[in-house]
């Protein structure tokens, strides 16, 4: 039996030609995701201040890949404070301090929450975990809605009601250190105390940031005026005591009521949605996908 082995020369030949080609280069990794960073506004042109007179701030995990020109603005639930002796308790705590909370959230016994929708994992959050995520800290005691600047109760002690100024300075310093201004969509999202603020600021975040596509969740946020089971009007007496001390004069609707009906302005069922075009059982649904 004779073997040819003529043609073994010209495939070896061959393969080498296939191993020399160059190869396309392999796409780089995705970047990995920053860790959020404490940014305090100490020295912020509104003169904003958390309860107890201490920087207000936010954290900041920059975006990557495609979500670089995507915002997710979230505001964190706390409550209210509605007395001055109440904010006075609430000024002692994360509620209404900033020095309460680390530069590394991730390694520190107060650790903010950054799950869900606010998580850096793919998997846990599809749709924007490479978003900038901005996470407000919450020390104004009002759902950033105050404007009645500082307050002296009775021992001594010195509050900021600055909650609107807070809103102001955080998207000053956005603007001008963080990229904003390039931004293509901003998700504004929050819950309880935080949702209620999402729907009192969406229409005006929005209007502010005129060059981007503005949604917003309001998770838990729509409180209704009825009666409670022991047939009191907690809510009504909530947004009544909110308005007569922290004097939120920004409210849509506040110019057009009276004085006794204020607290209305706090209160969003009570917005005429009707000459919207939007009839009553579709006003969460605004509130929630409404630009």
């Known amino acids: 039996l004779k073997i040819d082995f003529s043609g073994v020369g010209a495939f070896y030949q061959y393969l080498r030609s296939l191993v020399s080609k160059k190869q396309p280069p392999l796409p780089p990794p995705p970047e990995p995701p920053a860790t959020p960073r404490l940014v305090l506004l100490a020295n912020n042109s509104f003169d904003a201040k958390c309860l107890d007179g201490s920087p207000p701030g936010y954290y900041f995990r920059p975006g990557t890949g495609g979500g670089k020109h995507m915002w997710h603005i979230y505001l964190p639930h706390g409550g209210w404070c509605l007395t001055a002796a109440q904010c006075a308790t609430r000024s002692r705590t994360a509620l209404g301090s900033s ?29 924007f975990y490479n978003w900038n995520l ?23 002690t010195v509050l900021y009601l600055d909650g609107w100024n807070i809103v102001q300075a955080v998207f000053e310093d956005l603007k001008a250190n963080r990229g904003i201004k390039s931004a293509a969509q901003i998700l504004l999202s929050g819950s309880s105390a935080g949702g ?8 005006r975040i929005a209007g502010a940031l005129p060059w981007a596509a503005t949604k917003c969740i309001a998770d838990s946020g729509f409180f209704v005026d009825s009666k409670d089971s022991a047939g009191g009007s907690t809510w009504r007496d909530t947004a009544k005591s909110l308005i ?22 706090f209160m969003d069922i009570y917005r005429d949605y009707k000459k919207q075009g939007v009839e009553q059982d579709t006003v969460e649904d605004k509130l929630l996908y409404g630009g």
């Open 99 to 127: 020095t309460f909370y680390p530069d590394d959230p991730t390694n520190a016994t107060l650790s903010p929450n950054f799950n869900g929708i606010l998580s850096s994992n793919s998997t846990a959050n599809p749709p």
């Open 134 to 156: 901005v996470r407000l800290i919450y020390c104004d005691g009002a759902g950033y809605s105050g404007t009645a600047g500082r307050l002296e109760v009775h021992n001594d």
């Open 196 to 203: 209620q603020a999402v729907i009192s600021l969406c229409d």
């Open 244 to 265: 007569a001390l922290h004097k939120p004069s920004w409210l849509a609707c506040m110019d057009a009521l009276p004085d006794t009906d204020h607290w209305k302005s």
